[in-house]
């Protein structure tokens, strides 16, 4: 692009992730003669979220909007190969219908039972299993301690590189531009957002600008003029053997956010610090899993006593401060054709379908036309309301 010229596109997508390529991906589902790019500085995405992330998901979330994403996100990665081929190329995922599996103390069982009921309402297939049932189910698992498990059979996991990059070559097929930039300034006035400066010197201009940086979003919203709660948390991923044979688990997610799942000869997962002081550090503590990993999975697996952590990688979070929930929509009293679609607080992964389904039927309709968001929306940021997840996340 000339340094000269600004450029114009009918949607400029910033950030070029699983949730801005899907973004992208359905904004051209919806209509093939929109001019969309995705700003993304790094093709390789060794930051990026998506890449280290493990994969997983699942219905088993007690808020109306995230069972409905799941859903409609599981589907989609189920026929994700068959649907999203280029014609240059295939486009595997390696989905795993493992299942998943969140176990409780007794204190937590009517919240369990709550969101159980809740994820039934909405057709889904949810077995509640008492902790003798678990016994049988899960022979390796300490259960004295437990209220009750919720078995979600057709959960699974899949490859996010292979889905992110699925997103990517389909959104490019039907004419998606991906500039190799990064937004450093947005040209605004009183009533829209105008263009983006990136740092090649290039403006770019659009009717409608899309924030989906993951971690990054709440410093490009700043570049805005707009405030959103998210920010980076960092977390670890480990690869892990067990010592002794354990039957094939599924994704196994406690209270105390313990969350793995079988790998291939192993297990991948990890135990999330609330608490990790915010901000852009990849650092890996090596002994994260010894110190608190492994008590964790030994005391319920007493299988993993003679664990070892062949690898640990740490990721980013995109944060949402205020409830742990993504912020899906425009900017309601500020710049209107300013959208958001981050703070996904570790499920971007397998909700990005929705959500940039979500985003394309707002830009093009200007309303939603299949799954209603709007309570997800940037009006409950302004009014300082959570709109909470209960129990597990
Ligand atoms: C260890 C770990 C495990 C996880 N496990 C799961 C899981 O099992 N299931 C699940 O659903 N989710 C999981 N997640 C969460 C998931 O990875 C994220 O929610 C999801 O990847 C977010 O996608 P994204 O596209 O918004 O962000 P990213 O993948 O981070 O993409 C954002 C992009 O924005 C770009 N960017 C940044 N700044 C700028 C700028 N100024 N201009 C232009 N571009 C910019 C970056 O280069 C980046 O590529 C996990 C996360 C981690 C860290």
Redesign the pocket.
């Known amino acids: 692009m000339s340094h000269a010229t600004p450029h114009f596109f009918d949607v400029a997508v910033?950030?070029?992730?699983?949730?801005?390529?899907s973004v992208a991906y359905f904004l051209l589902r919806e209509s093939l003669s929109l001019r969309i790019c995705v700003?993304?500085?790094?093709p390789t995405?060794e930051?990026?979220?998506?890449?280290?992330?493990?994969?997983?998901?699942r219905v088993q979330f007690s808020g109306d909007e995230n069972i409905e994403m799941s859903k409609f996100g599981i589907d989609f990665i189920k026929r994700f190969p068959d649907t999203m081929a280029t014609k240059e190329r295939p486009a595997p995922v390696d989905w795993v219908e493992g299942g998943y599996l969140f176990i409780v103390p007794p204190s937590q069982l009517p919240v369990l039972e709550a969101s159980v009921r809740r994820q039934q309402a909405h057709g889904c297939v949810v077995e509640l299993l008492s902790p003798t049932e678990l016994k049988a189910k899960f022979p390796s698992m300490h259960v004295a301690d437990l209220g009750a498990g919720a078995y979600t059979p057709h959960d699974g996991?899949c490859d996010?590189n292979g889905l992110?990059w699925g997103f990517r070559r389909k959104a490019v097929e039907l004419g998606a531009t991906y500039l190799q930039?990064?937004?450093?300034a947005a040209g605004i006035d009183r009533v829209k957002a105008r263009s983006i400066t990136l740092s090649n010197g290039d403006h770019v201009r659009a009717e409608a600008f899309v924030n989906?940086?993951?971690?990054?979003?709440g410093?490009?919203a700043e570049?805005f003029g707009m405030k959103l709660p998210i920010s980076p948390m960092r977390?670890?991923?480990h690869y892990f053997t067990a010592g002794s044979p354990v039957e094939r688990l599924p994704y196994v997610k406690d209270v105390a956010r313990l969350?793995f799942r079988s790998e291939g000869k192993g297990f991948s997962g990890?135990l999330v610090d609330g608490r990790e002081q915010r901000g852009f550090n990849f650092e890996v503590d090596h002994d994260y899993f010894e110190r608190v990993v492994w008590p964790a999975v030994a005391e319920r697996f007493p299988a993993f006593e003679g664990a070892k952590c062949h690898r640990t990688?740490?990721?980013?979070?995109?944060q949402n401060e205020l409830d742990g929930n993504p912020v899906i929509g425009p900017w309601t009293n500020g710049l209107p054709n300013v959208y958001t679609?981050?703070g996904?607080?570790?499920?971007?992964?397998?909700?990005?379908p929705a959500a940039g389904r979500a985003i394309a039927e707002l830009v093009v309709h200007g309303e939603y036309r299949t799954l209603d968001l709007a309570r997800l929306g940037y009006p409950r940021i302004v009014a300082n309301e959570p709109y909470t997840e209960a129990g597990i996340v």
């Open positions: 910033i950030g070029g992730g699983i949730v801005g390529s700003v993304e500085p790094d995405y930051f990026a979220s998506t890449l280290r992330a493990s994969g997983g998901c996991w996010p992110l930039a990064k937004v450093e989906a940086c993951g971690a990054w979003a410093l490009v570049m977390r670890f991923e969350a990890g990688w740490s990721g980013l979070y995109e679609v981050a996904f607080s570790g499920h971007g992964m397998m909700h990005a």
